[in-house]
């Protein structure tokens, strides 16, 4: 089973910026899809970004032009940098992934196979 290891929420002004990170523990394979989605409570869980081994990535409306999404295969992890944080941005963010070889990252939460447990984002105004 592969386990995700989700690191970096936290409390943020508006404006600001945050780094979430997400190690995966298969290091025997590296053909993942890797994303992450969010959610606050009442609400279906939203596609952030994803990305492709190849690099290719795909964001959500919400989030284009202010996060990047990145990944390190070497180290089995991806990295969410968010800039230009907006209070709207509070919720619980997710990382997901799963065996793919695709290129083309999907944006649904069911396209995604294994979860971590989450991390807080709380950006105040």
């Known amino acids: 089973q592969v386990q995700l290891v989700e690191s970096g929420g936290g409390l943020v002004q508006a404006g600001g910026s945050l780094r979430l990170s997400c190690a995966t523990s298969?290091?025997?394979?590296?053909?993942?899809?890797m994303g992450w989605f969010r959610q606050v409570p009442g609400k279906e869980r939203e596609f952030v970004a994803g990305i492709i081994r190849s690099g290719t990535s795909t964001y959500g409306d919400s989030v284009k032009g202010r996060f990047i999404i990145s990944r390190d295969n070497a180290k089995n992890t991806v990295y969410l940098q968010m800039n230009s944080l907006k209070p709207e941005d509070t919720a619980v963010y997710y990382c997901g992934a799963r065996e793919w070889t695709a290129q083309f990252v999907p944006t649904y939460y069911t396209g995604y196979k294994y979860w971590g447990q989450g991390t807080q984002v709380t950006v105040s105004s």
């Open positions: 298969d290091i025997t394979s590296s053909i993942y899809l």
